[in-house]
């Protein structure tokens, strides 16, 4: 019954973030942890049902409209560059080792390139909570990280898309970028001029919450057309939570949505990434997932933390961006999926690969902590 769950992930996830905290770690760990342990794959109090999955959906948006909402556009602004770079060298190293990867695994030319684009994917979710607990989420790195991702999605999808057209996929490759190209100029458009309208139109309505429910339905509206316009909804999310945060009325729907988030939609999201595990076929491909794990791990790590070198960051802080930049999320499994419906992933590949996303999910929280205290650390010697 869904109560019950409910019931279950939010009393499991608040005392497994709180003894995560307490050990050192960020919470978001603790909660990923106790979605495997009350997920079908250990005790079985928590399946992997439809509606499960759209509270989780709905976690995800909320996280990053949050996000949206906490940025410093002046700040985001003056990170572009940087990101840009980020974005870029953390898809074309794990583009290039993973493509050799494919090949020494028997792969043809397409299929390794599939897999080398989903080892390029970035889902910056679990890094955002991770960032808000160290305070770095308004920092320079906490702004390129998230610029960083919205390009890496970007360039990610765009390759894939190019990569099917090639391999006789039903894939119209202009019209792809164009819609990418379309939901990036309204949504600038929108945000800058619509948004704050929208607001002012509802605030004095007479009528219980009329301004938080404002900043819903632009959050909702937004991800609704990053998704239809291939982008990952979580950007739309994040675009929209921007628009709102030069408004005078950003304090206000901050600290509403963060309570309806934070009380019951976004636990469940962090739960359920480890709710949705799977481990069969784990015992006979043990050796693969640790492969690419750890090729996985380090390709982004590496790459990014170059870009973010070469912009500027000392040493702590740019291991500290590419380990932010490790999570591949709900964004690779999507890829992953799209992978398996055209032939250029293979059905035990696929079982490998959520294996391989959930390990670099799992590392993400501990590793940022480890390299952003490091630069903490030497800066205050």
Not at 50 to 67: N, P, R, T, Y
Not at 109 to 119: D, I, R
Not at 273 to 279: C, D
Not at 293 to 318: E, H, P, Q
Request: glycine share 10%.
């Amino acid at each position: 019954m869904l109560i019950t769950q409910l019931a279950i992930i939010l009393l499991a996830s608040k005392l497994a973030g709180d003894i995560s905290v307490r050990l050192g770690q960020p919470s978001v760990l603790g909660k990923l942890l106790i979605g495997i342990v009350l997920g079908p794959s250990v005790l079985g109090l928590v399946n992997d049902t439809e509606i499960l999955g759209e509270l989780s959906q709905i976690g995800v948006i909320l996280l990053m409209f949050i996000a949206g909402l906490e940025t410093d556009l002046d700040e985001f602004k003056r990170t572009g560059k940087a990101s840009s770079i980020v974005g870029a060298a953390g898809v074309a190293v794990p583009l290039s080792l993973g493509y050799g990867a494919g090949i020494v695994l028997g792969m043809s030319n397409f299929e390794a390139v599939f897999l080398g684009l989903l080892l390029s994917a970035t889902s910056v979710s679990i890094s955002v909570q991770a960032l808000k607990e160290m305070g770095k989420l308004q920092s320079r790195e906490g702004s390129v990280i998230l610029g960083a991702a919205v390009i890496d999605d970007v360039l990610v999808i765009v390759a894939l898309a190019f990569v099917m057209s090639l391999a006789g996929g039903d894939v119209n490759l202009t019209m792809v970028i164009l819609k990418k190209a379309l939901f990036f100029i309204v949504s600038i458009i929108v945000g800058w001029k619509v948004v704050p309208i929208i607001l002012r139109k509802f605030a004095p309505l007479r009528v219980t919450e009329s301004l938080i429910s404002a900043g819903l339905i632009v959050c909702f509206t937004f991800a609704y057309f990053a998704e239809y316009t291939g982008v990952a909804a979580i950007i739309g999310a994040y675009i929209a939570g921007v628009a709102i945060s030069v408004t005078d009325y950003k304090h206000e729907i901050f600290e509403k949505v963060e309570t309806i988030g934070y009380s019951i939609f976004v636990p469940v999201f962090f739960t359920s990434i480890g709710v949705t595990a799977e481990f069969s076929g784990v015992g006979e491909n043990w050796l693969l997932i640790l492969g690419l794990s750890v090729l996985a791990i380090i390709t982004k790590l590496v790459g990014c933390a170059f870009g973010a070198k070469v912009t500027g960051f000392n040493g702590n802080s740019s291991l500290g961006i590419g380990a932010a930049m490790v999570s591949r999320g709900e964004v690779a499994l999507i890829i992953a999926a799209i992978g398996l419906e055209a032939d250029l992933l293979k059905q035990d590949l696929f079982a490998v690969m959520v294996a391989v996303v959930l390990v670099t999910t799992v590392v993400t929280p501990p590793m940022m902590k480890v390299f952003f205290n490091r630069n903490k650390e030497t800066a205050q010697a």
